[in-house]
């Protein structure tokens, strides 16, 4: 099981850069990467609000939770 991160689509629906939406939510560049990259093993609900609040979307436009196919033949 996985948790995908859609932030790249909703940048990219909202015309915001990966800089400017950093500094938006007060994060780092490096940290947004990771988050927009799916590398990120965690999410700061605060984070998860200020990207919310900046991209005007809910929780569910930029997390979306996939099942692994491999896990379920196996069981």
Do not use: H, W, Y
Request: some cysteine; overall charge positive.
């Amino acid at each position: 099981m996985e948790i995908i991160v859609n932030l790249d689509v909703m940048m990219a629906k909202r015309k915001i850069s990966a800089g400017e939406l950093a500094t938006r939510v007060g994060i780092t560049p490096a940290n947004l990467s990771i988050l927009k990259n799916n590398k990120a093993k965690a999410i700061r609900f605060s984070t998860l609000m200020a990207l919310c609040r900046e991209l005007d979307c809910q929780p569910g436009d930029l997390l979306e939770f996939k099942k692994d196919l491999s896990s379920l033949e196996r069981s």
